[in-house]
């Protein structure tokens, strides 16, 4: 039953190392999501996309890229990963705003514990 | 900032009792989401109300929603332990949705 699949649950990287975070969804969503979240910052919007090859930056996109080559997968990259990187990445989609299935809202993967030392 | 204020950060309270919590924005709320994280998971969807509704139900979950105010709450009645989560409310405009910063809710047995 698993909808939304991150790759890694924890991940430690060196500073300077280049990191890619992948996701995978199912339920062939139109959107999907990179949020970080850090304690007492709640969850901030990092890219999202809403088809294929489309990417729009979020609140913070400074330091990330991502990548949408096929619906079901959305990868976001550090380019050069620094310790002020190290926190929770979580991934979401969400139904296009058309199909009554947004009504559901954001599906979450289990969030990637990235540590960047 | 865009981002919610939630109301309490944090709040503590026997099995049984009801759990109040509130999120407001300074921008205008277009369509308002309730999610649940348990402790290091990912975020669950609980219920979503629309900017033209004022209060919809979901079992033991409530949800209002003041658009002049530019602020909704969550109620959760008969509460159990299992509810002990952090709550966050998210307003969501066009593709994008601004999270509160959330309540962590304790709920003793």
């Known amino acids: 039953d698993v909808k939304v699949t991150q790759s890694s649950r924890y991940l430690v990287k060196r500073t300077g190392e280049k990191v890619f975070l992948e996701c995978v969804q199912d339920?062939?969503?139109?959107?999907m999501f990179w949020y970080r979240q850090d304690p007492g910052l709640g969850l901030r919007l990092i890219y999202f996309?809403?088809?294929?090859?489309?990417?729009e930056k979020g609140d913070i996109p400074e330091g990330y890229s991502v990548s949408r080559e096929k619906k079901e997968r959305f990868s976001l990259i550090l380019e050069s990963a620094s310790t002020n990187q190290t926190s929770m990445y979580l991934c979401?989609?969400?139904?296009?705003?058309?199909?009554?299935?947004?009504?559901?809202?954001?599906?979450f993967g289990s969030g990637t514990r990235l540590t960047v030392v | 900032s865009q981002q919610g204020e939630e109301d309490p950060q944090a709040l503590s309270i026997q099995e049984g009792e009801n759990a109040t919590m509130n999120c407001s924005y300074k921008t205008s709320i277009n369509n308002l989401q309730w999610y649940r994280q348990n402790s290091g998971r990912g975020l669950v969807h609980l219920i979503l109300i629309r900017s033209n509704e004022r209060e919809k139900h979901s079992g033991r979950l409530r949800v209002t929603l003041d658009t002049s105010k530019k602020s909704s709450s969550l109620l959760i009645t008969a509460s159990r332990a299992a509810d002990t989560a952090s709550y966050f409310c998210?307003?969501?405009?066009?593709?994008?949705?601004?999270f509160g910063a959330g309540t962590r809710l304790f709920v003793k047995a």
């Open positions: 339920m062939d969503h139109e959107n």
């Open positions: 979401a989609s969400w139904a296009d705003r058309r199909s009554a299935a947004q009504n559901y809202g954001y599906t």
């Open positions: 998210g307003n969501t405009g066009g593709f994008k949705t601004i």
């Open positions: 996309s809403y088809d294929v090859k489309m990417k």
